[in-house]
Structures are given as structure tokens and as C-alpha cells.
Nanobody
Framework: QVQLVESGGGLVQPGGSLRLSCAAS????????MNWYRQGPGKERELVAS????????DYADSVKGRFTISRDNAKNTVYLQMNSLKPDDTAVYYC?????????WGNGTLVTVSS
């Protein structure tokens, strides 16, 4: 049974940083690319960052390039999202995602609020 559990969200001031974590279980983590999505208030869910199975390649939404970094530790079955220079527009629920055998799996999300 695939499980994804996000953590690390919270309230942060503009310009601040947070590091999100996603602990994965129920599948062979090192075989799959992993993704972070987010859904802000009144907005559609959007892809924020992706990382390939071995971590050799990453991709980012234009809105977060240069500020966010996705990484993974295959020994710990965990994917991370380091978020720097946070802006109020980054306020959202952040979700971890894996696409496995044609099915999308999601965690419950972690809320990030950027506000002074």
C-alpha cells in the first residue's frame, strides 16, 4: 500500500525558508520519479518540482526556479523540498506525488503560509 506523508509546513515570514519532507512507503522508492505539487487558495493544483529516480535530473515551475530545490535520499525513502526566499504567493498546501503503474498517489499535504 503506497503511503506518502508530508511534513515541515508552517507559518513563515516573506523572505524566509522552509524545508518540506515526504516519507514514502509501500513501493520501491528508488525506482520512481517523485513530484511536489501545490494548491493555493482558489487556485488549481500545480506541479512545483520533479526529481528523477536516482536524483540526477530535476525540473521546476518557472515561478519557483532559483528559490526552491528538490532532492531525495533513497536510503531513507524520503524526498525533500527546500524553499527559500518565500513569497506570499507561495502560500498553499504542498503535496507529495508519485505516478506508479498509471496511478497517481498523493499524500495528505502540508500547509505553508507565507505572511507577515
Amino acid at each position: 500500500q503506497v503511503q506518502l506523508v508530508e511534513s515541515g509546513g508552517g507559518l513563515v515570514q516573506p523572505g524566509g525558508s522552509l524545508r518540506l519532507s515526504c516519507a514514502a512507503s509501500g513501493f520501491i522508492f528508488s525506482w520512481y520519479s517523485m513530484n511536489w505539487y501545490r494548491q493555493g487558495p482558489g487556485k488549481e493544483r500545480e506541479l512545483v518540482a520533479s526529481i528523477t529516480s536516482a536524483g540526477r535530473s530535476t525540473d521546476y515551475a518557472d515561478s519557483v526556479k532559483g528559490r526552491f530545490t528538490i532532492s531525495r535520499d533513497n536510503a531513507k525513502n524520503t524526498v525533500y523540498l527546500q524553499m527559500n526566499s518565500l513569497k506570499p504567493d507561495d502560500t498553499a498546501v504542498y503535496y507529495c506525488n508519485v505516478k506508479r503503474r498509471g496511478t497517481d498517489y498523493w499524500g495528505n499535504g502540508t500547509l505553508v503560509t507565507v505572511s507577515s
